[in-house]
């Protein structure tokens, strides 16, 4: 049953008001904010997080469907991966000298991910993603990048919008204002639209010679178009341009080798952060060693990157997932996510269905326009919050949730799609929020 809201999160929107104060944005990554959930219902700080759960800090407990914007595969606090880095904590984290766990982490991947043949690391998604596209520029000597998806916050990526102000719409969110970014990157990053291989071609005919990379998210809640991404590595062969697949997103949750293994397309390198560790702070740039051994040259260089508690938690999450054989329970746990969901929408005459990959599942909610649709999302994700499952209109799923909380899920949802069809028929949508509509997502062109 919905709880009554009063003053649930109390606390959580005292804490954002003093964050406002003294953090600009108030949090460290956009995603987190609360206008992007249920502003004023959602939880917004918290205090711990165990397995499928978090607790906020007003004290209540959530199913989180968020996991922890995808960092967290296995669950949170996960006893074999936590217990490994407390082991590792004991006897030192960073050194004047390398540490072997950076060898021994680097055989594993290039042992499992179909492109790795060397291997440099990072701290997260974003910094990843600026080494790949460096090492690309490094190794072929020139300065262009094209790009489609989400690839961080780093100058090379906004630069995109110095020339064009909405050329980021369609792959991070409107309105990006490329402040800070120098006016002489303008022209060097170059959007491509997912899945259109004769529009590439031309975008690559146009600025021959002059493209280092090709950056792009393989795929995220949809699978690719039969023969697209094949159709990418050709034109990336033939106009002598490193292809990029940026993996963070989807990370190990598709198969034990990554995104590229499950669809058994290759690039030249790939960027990998968040599930790799299950939370805690470790990227990976891999590649063929072609592309990779110029770096040796090249100034890329931080203290952290060596840092032995990442190491460890990539090294113990990442056999972890093979062993407990991760994307096989996380690919039936969407499947039945997905069936049940659409079934009930059908029970209720909730005009909704649940699609995408089966790892990260998502809702489409079928409304009058663009506003009916937020109105319906922000709703959604309003009403489940009472009912203690916190998230978006999406499902980012981990090991952790079991039965149990695939069961309460669905209960949640019977009540809120009721709900929802009903307050749609009434025309009382705007009536039953008790929030600001929640901002957009970030928009991609690959879902």
Same mark, same amino acid.
């Given at each position: ?71 967290? /595969? ?128 031309? /975008? ?105 508690l990442g190491l460890r938690a990539a090294l113990t999450t990442l056999r972890e997932i093979t062993r407990r054989d991760v994307p096989g329970t996380l690919d039936q746990l969407g499947q ?112």
């Amino acid at each position: 049953m919905a709880t009554t809201v009063g003053n649930r999160v109390r606390r959580s929107l005292e804490s954002y008001q003093r964050a406002n104060q003294l953090i600009p944005g108030a949090t460290q990554l956009v995603s987190r904010r609360p206008t992007r959930y249920a502003n004023g219902i959602s939880p917004v700080y918290a205090e711990k997080a165990k397995g499928a759960y978090l607790w906020d800090v007003d004290g209540n407990r959530y199913i989180d469907w968020v996991s922890g914007i995808g960092s967290i /595969i296995l669950g949170y606090a996960d006893e074999v991966v936590d217990d490994a880095v407390r082991e590792q904590l004991s006897r030192g984290t960073v050194y004047s000298i390398s540490h072997e766990l950076e060898l021994e982490l680097a055989e594993e991947l290039v042992n499992r991910i179909p492109c790795a043949e060397m291997v440099r690391y990072a701290k997260g998604g974003g910094e990843a993603c600026a080494i790949a596209v460096r090492i690309a520029r490094g190794t072929t000597g020139r300065d262009k990048v094209l790009f489609c998806g989400y690839h961080g916050w780093h100058d090379w990526y906004l630069a995109a919008n110095l020339e064009q102000d909405a050329h980021l719409d369609e792959h991070l969110f409107p309105g990006i204002e490329p402040l800070g970014v120098p006016q002489a990157l303008a022209g060097t990053a170059i959007p491509f639209p997912y899945g259109d291989l004769d529009m590439l071609g031309t /975008i690559l005919d146009e600025h021959r010679d002059q493209v280092a990379a090709i950056m792009m998210e393989p795929l995220r809640s949809e699978w690719p178009p039969e023969g697209y991404l094949e159709g990418v590595v050709k034109l990336a062969r033939e106009h002598g341009v490193v292809l990029i697949f940026d993996e963070v997103s989807t990370g190990f949750r598709p198969s034990p080798g990554g995104a590229q293994a499950r669809l058994g397309v290759t690039p030249d390198m790939a960027v990998f952060a968040k599930s790799i560790s299950n939370g805690y702070a470790m990227g990976a740039v891999v590649g063929k060693r072609e592309v990779m051994e110029p770096a040796a040259q090249m100034f890329i260089s931080s203290t952290y990157w060596g840092d032995t508690l990442g190491l460890r938690a990539a090294l113990t999450t990442l056999r972890e997932i093979t062993r407990r054989d991760v994307p096989g329970t996380l690919d039936q746990l969407g499947q039945n996510l997905i069936r049940e969901l659409n079934q009930i929408a059908d029970e209720t005459s909730l005009d909704v269905r649940c699609a995408g990959v089966n790892y990260h599942p998502h809702l489409a909610f079928a409304g009058s326009d663009a506003n009916e649709q937020r109105q319906l999302s922000t709703l959604y994700i309003q009403e489940m919050a009472k009912r203690g499952c916190h998230g978006y209109a999406s499902f980012y799923t981990n090991a952790s949730q079991d039965s149990a909380v695939l069961q309460q899920t669905l209960e949640a949802a019977r009540e809120v799609f009721g709900l929802l069809a009903t307050a749609r028929s009434d025309g009382r949508l705007m009536e039953l929020l008790e929030c600001d509509l929640s901002q957009d997502f970030f928009r991609r062109l690959v879902d």
